[in-house]
Each structure stands twice: as C-alpha cells, then as structure tokens.
C-alpha cells in the first residue's frame, strides 16, 4: 500500500479561523513533507519532518504552524490566513535514509479558499 | 540555487506517438531525480525515481533517462494515449535535501 491519506479535501475559511490540515501514512515512512502548490505552477516545500522532528523550514510565516504527533501523522495547523494562501496543500512521505533519499509518495492534497 | 527548467511547456500529439519530454537543472550534486505525473486538481503520482549512479530507469511505456555530469533528464512515453495527458514534473534532490520542481510539461494525447 502506497496510500497517502488527506483530509479534508476541501476547506474554505475565513481569515480569522483556525483550523487544521491532516495527513496520515501507513507505510512505515519516517519522513514526511508540506507543500502548498498555486494554480499552474509546481509544489513548494514548506516543511519537512524526520523522525518526527522538524528538520526543514523554508521560511514559512507563522500563521502555518506544523506538527507530527507520531511517525504516521502530520497535521498543519493553520491561523489568520490570508486570501494569498489559497492554494492545493499536499502532504508527502517517503523512506527516510539521512542524505539519501528514497520516492516520494504525495497524497491527493486539501483545496483551501480563504475568504 | 538548484534551477530546473522542462522543455516543452505543452505539448499536443495524436494518440499513438512516441515522445520525449526534457529537463535540464543547474546543479549536477544531486542524489537521484523524480519524474511525476499531475492529473488537474490532483496529487502527484510518482512515474519513475533514477539514481544518480543509474543512466536510465523504465517502467512499463516510461523509459527515464539521466545524465548528471550535463544536468539534463529525459522522460520517453512510448505509444502515447488519451489516459497519459497531465502535467509532467521532473524533480532532481538535491545536497540540501529537496527535491526541487521543474515548472512542468502539460501533455495532451488526442483520440
């Protein structure tokens, strides 16, 4: 099974909500990945966690905050978004070697609009 | 800064050709290259994964080929159908430990 799970699918909120992305794996994958991807152009690395820990951070404001409970489970918390962060968010997973690093398997993404 | 570029930006064939679809990156210190299909609105499936020792990986009408030492990928779609439109992305990981998107290739088969 090379099934990356997101929910929801699709989120509209408005900029004064909280609310939460969630990914899940079961493959046994110890690295786990964000990505927000705008219409027509390719995915862009926010996050990326090994082991559960935080080791990539590209820079992303504040109002996304994310987290990894455990090894199958990525959340992305998201406060007092701006209508500009309306975009696909794809979650991705994948072997986790140190430098070497094996597929990456992306889920099937959360449409967010943020009015 | 690793910088990838795909060539073409689109293209449109009639079912039943073969085609090749390029990439180029900037820097060759990469670790392996991923090729992706996108279907619109959807998450990225992952075609082929080559390592930086390999020259060339196939799976099924996908052949994938890489030369770092001149940083350029192709990706081979033998026999090409309606079912193999989408978006085309090549990703080379990187040293920093990314991979980096290339802006992609938008592909159209016609009946």
């Known amino acids: 099974d090379t099934e990356v799970t997101q929910t929801p699918k699709h989120l509209v909120m408005g900029m004064t909500n909280k609310k939460s992305l969630k990914c899940e794996q079961h493959?046994?994958?110890?690295?786990m990945y964000w990505y927000k991807q705008k219409a027509k152009k390719p995915p862009e690395l926010m996050f990326v966690?090994?082991?559960?820990?935080?080791?990539i951070n590209e820079s992303v404001p504040s109002r996304f905050s994310p987290e990894c409970p455990n090894s199958s489970l990525l959340n992305l918390h998201l406060h007092a978004l701006q209508p500009e962060d309306s975009a696909l968010y794809l979650c991705?997973?994948?072997?986790?070697?140190?430098?070497?690093?094996?597929?990456?398997?992306f889920g099937p993404g959360t449409r967010l609009l943020v009015l | 800064k690793q910088e990838v570029t795909q060539i073409p930006a689109a293209l449109s064939v009639p079912e039943g050709e073969n085609l090749v679809l390029n990439c180029s990156f900037t820097?060759?210190?990469?670790?392996?290259l991923q090729w992706f299909r996108q279907d619109p609105g959807k998450g990225l499936t992952s075609l082929l994964l080559?390592?930086?020792?390999?020259r060339e990986q196939t799976s099924g009408r996908l052949n994938a080929s890489l030369d770092k030492s001149s940083g350029r990928s192709t990706l081979y779609i033998a026999a090409s159908q309606p079912g193999d439109s989408a978006t085309y992305l090549c990703?080379?990981?990187?040293?920093?430990?990314?991979?980096?998107f290339g802006q992609g290739t938008e592909l159209s088969v016609k009946p």
């Open positions: 080559i390592q930086s020792s390999q």
């Open positions: 990703a080379p990981y990187n040293q920093g430990g990314k991979l980096i």
């Open positions: 991705a997973s994948s072997q986790d070697r140190g430098f070497y690093q094996e597929t990456q398997y």
């Open positions: 493959m046994g994958h110890r690295a």
């Open positions: 820097d060759s210190a990469i670790y392996n």
């Open positions: 966690y090994s082991y559960e820990k935080l080791s």
